[in-house]
């Protein structure tokens, strides 16, 4: 059956390494952990898990960009999806939750710090949920390398449906993260799947360098096919890009300070191979299933062995032989460790910058809670006084610990939903011949408009309706002050929630253990990525003599052979001969 699901909807006859385990497992209502590398295809076991059986999947997951990509692909393939998140307004919230009651969909998305709202725990129990799902299961776990304190809020919504199973989903987990995830999730057997973490086809190579972009242009035109670059920084990113182009290397960049459609469209030309080289910060390639790259190369060193595994596992998804290749130098290591330090600001200066943003938005004591607002990050700093660094690192500490949540910054298109009832809209329509047809216009172009809020293009109704640009807009802002349309017109911020009112000094509580837990959590994953990158043939402190056998012994697989084509395996060859 599950194999018809996958044919039906994907067009696959057989599924990867670990999937029908995983699927079965869950059918069976057993509480499951599946731990799959990056490109194993975790979400489709949850998906394919839900269209199985009756009722629907809730879907806690973390990232806002994830989930509406998720969501639209589901939509794509006719499968009704839904989705909850901080870019909402109440009333689209209450809407979607009605629908996931009532409409028959078969997913719900959300974010999780959306459990603890009265809005939808009074609502849960309403619903026909048949999984309940974990999405980058790692974030419950203090020891994981993104611990999110919302993530812990799981654990108390089991108790509203006590009968429904969990599948939680990571890429990487050591044991120790592994053990956490099943134990915070309340797994009454623990029951972990997990395929081996080994890329055989992956070539792991470092290599310590001055002279970075000279190195970089080598490798580029030294391997053949697909590459992406990782970079911190989104300058960084044009700087390398305009420098290949220079060199007559096919490559752009991208990053998230691009507008969403400028975005898709470097991200589509470079998958479909019109563009050969991508230089990107390292949101990029997440949820994209690109088979056939052939090399990724860190430019930057990554924060974690985590990170590091997940990026560089982007490369060689169709099983050919492809390169994991970070370029380093004590320059980097000394970043590394700066950024460390900058990362953990002293607790007074949280205190004072927690104030700072409220006043920045003008809210006043005993207030805020529960509201979403644009928030700037750097007008903020300005207006403040503060050092951009400090604020950014302060306000993720403050996020971190669940006084308040700020998303990526996103593009949100325009959304419309008719507000009266349709009898009603008819006798404004008889009044208004012009209304009257664009109305009827744009209910063509966008069914669902009474039920719930719809996405729209305002470009699109124009070309459609054979109207200017200007006209459309005014026209929509003509229905909403007739208080017949909600219109909420297309904005690109990051937005900042706050789960508490505003505390006065004495009453925010900052834990200094959880703070120097979470510096030694940092310091050791710090530590271990610097002492791979470092280490060399003759020094054999995390495992020796291969990359692969490293990076696995640090996720748990000690008796891993060599692999025989990383940097340190061909140095110990040209030795032995």
């Known amino acids: 059956m599950i194999k018809d699901v996958l044919k039906k909807y994907w067009g696959y006859d057989e599924f990867r390494p670990g999937q029908e385990n995983i699927i079965n497992s869950a059918l069976s209502k057993k509480d499951i952990l599946a731990i799959l590398p990056t490109g194993g295809g975790k979400s489709l076991c949850f998906q394919i898990a839900s269209l199985s059986v009756e009722g629907m999947a809730l879907v806690i997951t973390p990232l806002i960009s994830l989930m509406k990509d998720q969501v639209q692909n589901l939509r794509v393939m006719g499968i009704k999806a839904l989705m909850i998140n901080s870019s909402m307004t109440y009333h689209e919230i209450d809407v979607t939750l009605d629908n996931a009651i009532y409409g028959d969909y078969k997913f719900l998305y959300l974010s999780p710090e959306r459990l603890k709202t009265d809005m939808f725990r009074t609502r849960i129990d309403k619903m026909n949920i048949n999984f309940l799902v974990v999405d980058e299961a790692h974030c419950i776990s203090q020891w994981g390398y993104d611990f999110r304190p919302n993530y812990l809020l799981i654990k108390e919504i089991r108790e509203y449906i006590p009968k429904v199973s969990v599948i939680a989903l990571t890429a990487t987990a050591t044991p120790q993260v592994a053990n956490n995830i099943m134990e915070n999730l309340g797994f009454k057997k623990k029951n972990l799947i997990q395929t081996s973490f080994a890329r055989p086809n992956l070539s792991y190579i470092v290599r310590k360098v001055e002279d970075k972009f000279g190195k970089l242009l080598t490798i580029c035109n030294s391997i053949q096919g697909t590459g992406i670059i990782f970079v911190r920084k989104r300058k960084r990113a044009e700087e390398i890009a305009d420098f290949l182009r220079q060199q007559k290397v096919n490559a752009d960049y991208y990053h998230a300070g691009l507008i969403s459609k400028v975005r898709t469209k470097k991200q589509d030309m470079w998958k479909n191979g019109t563009t050969r080289i991508i230089v990107a910060t390292n949101a990029f390639g997440m949820g994209i299933d690109k088979s056939d790259v052939r090399f990724v190369c860190h430019f930057d060193i990554p924060e974690s062995l985590e990170s590091y595994y997940q990026e560089a596992g982007r490369a060689g998804r169709d099983g050919k032989r492809s390169y ?41 004591y005993e207030e805020g809670k529960g509201r979403t607002y644009k928030f700037d990050l750097v007008k903020f700093s300005i207006k403040s006084k503060l050092h951009p660094v400090s604020a950014y690192y302060a306000l993720k500490y403050l996020c971190s610990v669940g006084y308040m949540t700020v998303t990526e910054e996103i593009d949100n298109p325009s959304r419309i939903y008719f507000k009266v009832h349709r009898d009603e809209l008819y006798k404004v329509q008889l009044r208004d011949r012009e209304l009257d047809e664009f109305i009827k216009g744009i209910m063509r172009i966008y069914p669902g408009l009474f039920s719930h809020h719809v996405s ?43 789960h508490t009112e505003r505390l006065v000094p004495d009453n925010l509580y900052l834990s200094n253990k959880d703070y120097e837990l979470r510096k030694t959590v940092y ?5 271990s990525i610097i002492e791979y990158i470092s280490s060399d043939i003759d020094k054999t402190p995390m495992h020796q003599g291969c990359r692969s056998k490293r990076l696995l012994a640090y996720f748990g697989e000690m008796d891993s052979p060599e692999c025989g084509f990383c ?7 040209k030795l032995q001969k």
């Open 324 to 364: 994991a290749i970070c370029l380093w130098n004590k320059t980097d290591i000394f970043s590394l460790k700066r950024i460390f330090t900058m990362s953990f600001p002293n607790m007074d200066t949280i205190k004072d910058i927690y104030q700072k943003i409220y006043m920045f938005l003008n809210i006043p």
């Open 567 to 573: 940097d340190l395996c061909r140095a110990a060859k």
């Open 456 to 498: 729209i293009n305002e470009t699109f109704i124009a070309k459609t309706l054979r109207q200017s640009l200007p006209k459309v807009k005014i026209l929509l802002n003509k229905l909403s002050q007739m208080r017949l349309l909600d219109y909420k017109e297309s904005s690109k911020s990051p937005l900042i929630t706050f």
């Open 523 to 527: 310091q050791h994953r710090m530590n």
